[in-house]
């Protein structure tokens, strides 16, 4: 089955500062992968996701990146705000399979 | 707007009890999930549902069971919770996008 990698766990920056998170997958045949956030005490919900046909996707401050053939994506947000902090969660599924596999999770920390 | 309810948002139980966890979702969808969240786990899929009265199990399935007798409700059993069981329970439904409920924290003593 799928096999969803997930770094770094914890994720401390200035505000201001960028931040990115890794997620690496096994199986080559998912072909979608969303990103949640989990703000402390509420649900996940979803940020971004893409699909396997597209390399890379925007949505104002967070992007993003999908490397099909090193089985990575990645979650990148720029000019990081305390709000932001949270915990955030990859996953990859598709290619037959009807069910996602998540990563660990990263926790978000921006300080003031 | 999706919506998806726990039945409850706190739950404290004696070891030995059984548990009935209860989600429902206004969305018609075909399918549902029972997650476990642990601090550093991630979330864990317990069992899923892709039909009325259909599931199958999870990464987790040992010492649940679980109920889809209508399209929008999906419920979670622990048939003799133990301490182990302690956790956050998450309820999700949906096709790609999972729309999840607000959590069930359970304390088993």
């Known amino acids: 089955g799928e096999n969803v990698e997930q770094h770094p766990s914890t994720l401390s920056v200035q505000e201001g500062d960028s931040a990115v998170i890794k997620c690496t997958y096994s199986d080559s045949a998912s072909n979608y992968f969303p990103w949640y956030k989990q703000e402390l005490g509420k649900r996940p919900q979803l940020i971004i996701d893409i699909r396997s046909n597209v390399g890379e996707k925007k949505d104002q401050r967070i992007a993003v990146t999908l490397n099909k053939t090193a089985k990575h994506f990645s979650l990148h947000i720029t000019e990081t705000q305390p709000e932001d902090s949270a915990v955030y969660f990859c996953a990859a599924w598709g290619g037959g399979s009807y069910i996602p596999t998540f990563g660990r999770g990263t926790s978000l920390i921006v300080h003031p | ?109």
């Open chain 2, 1 to 109: 707007d999706v919506k998806v309810t726990q039945s409850s948002r706190y739950l404290v139980k004696r070891t030995g009890e059984k548990v009935f966890l209860e989600c429902v979702q206004d969305m018609d969808h075909e399918n549902m999930f029972w997650y476990r969240q642990d601090p550093g786990l991630g979330l864990r899929l317990i069992y899923f549902s892709y039909d009325v009265k259909m599931k199958e199990k999870g990464d987790i399935p040992e010492g649940y069971s679980v109920s889809r007798e209508k399209k929008e409700r999906f419920s979670l059993i622990l048939e003799s919770a133990s301490t182990n069981q302690t956790s956050m329970y998450l309820c999700a439904s949906g096709r790609e996008t999972q729309y999840f409920g607000p959590g069930t924290r359970l304390l088993v003593l």
